[in-house]
């Protein structure tokens, strides 16, 4: 499968945890975008890299929430300190940034469920 | 800021008439749009967009969207819905310059009637 993966798929934690979700972008995309999806909503921009930069992380929700993209291929988010309220589908996304603006490809998401 | 309006949260459609899902956007500058679609247990796929050019952009499925400028719209339709395009329909924008993130609308739940 050549389209972007996330682990787990799944994740139980109890409130205080710290949990990390891995993304694997499609192989030759350049820039890499994580969401959060909650019930009945539309995805939620959090933050994006360009190879290994992180050139927006305003949208985090809050000082628990950090990435990396270590060698500008797969990511990592985490959440410190998780809350209820941090229950969600976190998404992941990518694409190849160039002259012509390409659309983003999402994985399957990790469904966080905090207790 | 940009935002995405989607007011519709289901719209019911018998099999083989037209569909439309409508979708409103807020954006400084020129609006790239984009729609997705996603199916129960699966990730968001990518339908169709528009960067720039003819209003008339068509996509996956047998879908096309209309831009239009003026009422700042860009609304999905199908000549004739099956009931395999029922799903979960969002309607996306971003922009040129700035922060590269999608800004997505809530979502309209497509059910197409047999």
């Known amino acids: 499968d050549t389209g972007v993966s996330q682990d787990p798929r799944h994740k139980i934690t109890k409130r205080g945890q710290n949990v990390t979700f891995r993304c694997d972008p499609i192989?030759?995309?350049?820039?890499l975008y994580w969401y959060r999806q909650t019930l009945g909503q539309g995805p939620e921009f959090l933050t994006y890299?360009?190879?290994?930069?992180?050139?927006?992380k305003s949208r985090l929700l809050s000082d628990r929430f950090s990435a990396e993209r270590p060698k500008g291929s797969f990511s990592t988010l985490e959440i410190q300190r998780t809350e209820q309220g941090d229950s969600a589908m976190y998404l992941c996304a990518s694409r190849l940034a160039g002259a012509k603006y390409n659309e983003q490809f999402f994985g399957p998401g990790t469904r966080l469920t905090v207790l | 800021a940009q935002s995405v309006a989607q007011p519709e949260d289901q719209v019911n459609v018998a099999e083989g008439n037209p569909l439309t899902v409508k979708c409103t956007y807020s954006v400084s500058g020129n609006p790239y749009l984009f729609w997705y679609v996603q199916y129960p247990n699966r990730g968001l796929q990518f339908l169709l967009k528009?960067?720039?050019?003819?209003?008339l952009v068509k996509g996956s499925y047998g879908f096309e969207a209309e831009f239009n400028k003026s009422q700042t719209s860009f609304h999905l339709k199908k000549p004739s819905a099956l009931v395999s395009d029922s799903a979960l329909y969002f309607c996306?924008?971003?922009?040129?310059?700035?922060?590269?993130?999608?800004?997505f609308g809530k979502g309209t739940h497509l059910i197409i009637q047999p």
């Open positions: 192989s030759e995309h350049n820039r």
């Open positions: 996306a924008v971003t922009h040129g310059g700035g922060a590269d993130g999608l800004t």
């Open positions: 528009y960067i720039t050019g003819d209003n």
């Open positions: 890299f360009q190879n290994e930069a992180q050139l927006e």
